[in-house]
């Protein structure tokens, strides 16, 4: 029977926990090259217990946080011994997209496993036909880049998976700053067992989890009980003929226990916004801690009381290999948007924002020329840029939505223009909010941006987004927002489109705008 902790010691522990993530992070941040990374902070860090829970995570990516736990699972049965790392992507074993490369290392103390620390980036570049791993038009995962099953990684292997991918020494670096990020995990963790005692530690992350359970517990007990329906759609896949792909959910709220079923969600579809069922669990999960305790410790207590399903073979649990590399952008976006629409029934939540993540792609012309190049990577002037860009949050029942953010499953940031123009053949042509893109009301829905970028350099350019058609939703008689916009040289594009750009092309993307909240004075 583990001893029980005092509370004063218990927030120490979370407090310490929480700081050790939030500088696994820093450290990932800082020794990173890429630009996706040391600037824009796609990046993730986390510890769990020797049971593969997760005990603390730092506020970083959301769709990252809440499938990390899959991926420490997925290497959780196999042997570990002091100094490990292991290494994966693989959407189906424990990954989200192939450009997101998980690092876990067991942390031992006196030969006894104490715990796990962990990180997940998002690099530039994964191999594969298409420069980032982020086509337009992928229909098999192996589309997409090099897939990574979980594997023991030591220099010589990450240095060859490395190799398989463009830019070599730039995806050594940040795979390196990952591991040195989860030295900073261990370290820290050995360090608290050193002062409290080994015993204390492992109760604390017990007690953090069960804390954070009790807290979900009481907030759902709050609510009515119920069942809560809504619907979402996604605008295309970019294979075949343009169409709307339906999404489903029933929210049923039965005293402290919360359950997301996705039955009646449209089948997986043939190109890439198919969801593993781990970015469906992120973006639940994600919806259902902002709407009832956000302050409770973030660790796999607060999700204990949320039991999601959906049908092996829809859209948000897609089978292999099945292509996802807009699963995990673009439809956990609206997975979060669908949990919080029908929640809304239950308790006051925001209007739609912008819903997606705009996701961009630039690389030299020498990047792209497909499998056949995978053992060269190293030709001089290839690069590959990738980047999300912001746009409008909803308004709250009390609030206008921020406007010019990162939405909902992204939190990173935009690149900088002196960053983005220094590093690369670009020029940044417009960078500035989107006014009067938020939908209006009582509350307005925050603006979006303009990002208009001028070529200087032969380049290839893919697009990924949504909400290009169907605009994010008011609530409560507020106005929707704007959708969004795509446009070559004046001329608008699809919301998935990829192609070509020639020195003096300029590529713009106008963000959408957040919904309004309530009706506005006047009815107007």
Request: proline share 7%; hydrophobic share 40%.
């Amino acid at each position: 029977m583990r001893p029980r902790l005092d509370p004063v010691t218990l927030q120490v522990l979370v407090g310490a926990l929480r700081a050790a993530c939030e500088e696994m992070g820093a450290v990932l941040v800082r020794a990173a090259h890429s630009a996706n990374i040391k600037e824009r902070r796609d990046c993730s860090t986390a510890l769990f217990d020797a049971a593969g829970e997760l005990v603390m995570q730092a506020e970083h990516i959301p769709v990252h946080l809440g499938s990390m736990p899959d991926a420490v699972a997925a290497v959780l049965g196999e042997e570990h011994r002091p100094g490990d790392v292991w290494i994966l992507n693989d959407p189906y074993q424990g990954g989200t997209h192939l450009p997101d490369i998980t690092l876990v290392s067991p942390i031992f103390t006196d030969e006894e496993l104490l715990g796990f620390a962990a990180s997940r980036a998002h690099h530039a570049d994964v191999g594969g036909p298409t420069p980032a791993g982020m086509p337009a038009r992928s229909t098999r995962l192996e589309d997409e880049g090099v897939v990574i099953p979980p594997t023991r990684a030591n220099d010589d292997r990450l240095a060859r998976l490395a190799a398989e991918m463009r830019n070599p020494p730039q995806r050594l670096a940040d795979l390196r700053a990952q591991r040195a990020a989860n030295l900073t995990g261990e370290r820290r963790l050995l360090e608290l067992a050193g002062k409290h005692g080994l015993e204390v530690l492992r109760s604390g992350m017990a007690e953090i989890l069960d804390y954070a359970e009790r807290r979900t517990r009481a907030a759902l007990a709050e609510l009515p009980d119920g069942a809560y329906e809504a619907e979402d759609l996604m605008e295309d896949d970019a294979v075949g003929e343009p169409r709307d792909i339906r999404l489903r959910v029933t929210a049923t709220i039965d005293g402290q226990r919360l359950t997301l079923d996705f039955t009646g969600t449209d089948s997986q579809v043939a190109g890439n916004l198919n969801c593993p069922l781990p970015v469906t669990k992120s973006a639940s999960f994600f919806a259902v801690r902002v709407l009832t305790d956000p302050d409770a410790p973030p660790s796999a207590g607060a999700f204990r009381p949320v039991e999601v399903i959906a049908p092996e073979g829809c859209l948000l649990h897609a089978r292999p290999p099945a292509a996802v590399a807009a699963g995990n952008v673009e439809t956990s976006s609206r997975v979060a948007d669908l949990v919080i629409e029908a929640l809304a029934g239950a308790t006051p939540a925001p209007a739609q924002g912008q819903g997606t993540m705009n996701n961009l792609t630039l690389a030299s012309k020498g990047s792209g020329r497909g499998a056949e190049r995978r053992r060269d990577r190293q030709v001089a002037g290839d690069w590959t840029y990738y980047e999300t860009v912001g746009g409008g949050q909803g308004a709250c029942p009390d609030a206008d939505g921020p406007s010019a953010v990162h939405v909902a499953m992204s939190n990173t940031l935009n690149t900088p223009v002196e960053a983005l123009e220094a590093e690369f053949p670009l020029r940044v042509r417009e960078l500035s909010v989107r006014r009067g893109s938020g939908g209006a009301g009582r509350h307005r829905g925050g603006d979006g941006i303009v990002r208009e970028l001028e070529a200087l350099a032969p380049m290839s350019f893919t697009l990924i987004a949504e909400r290009r058609r169907h605009a994010p939703r008011g609530r409560d008689g507020g106005a929707d927002g704007k959708p969004g916009r795509n446009l070559l040289n004046g001329e608008p594009l699809p919301s998935k489109a990829a192609g070509e750009l020639r020195a003096g092309d300029r590529l713009r993307v106008e963000t959408p705008g957040g919904g309004g909240f309530g009706q506005a004075a006047g009815g107007r």
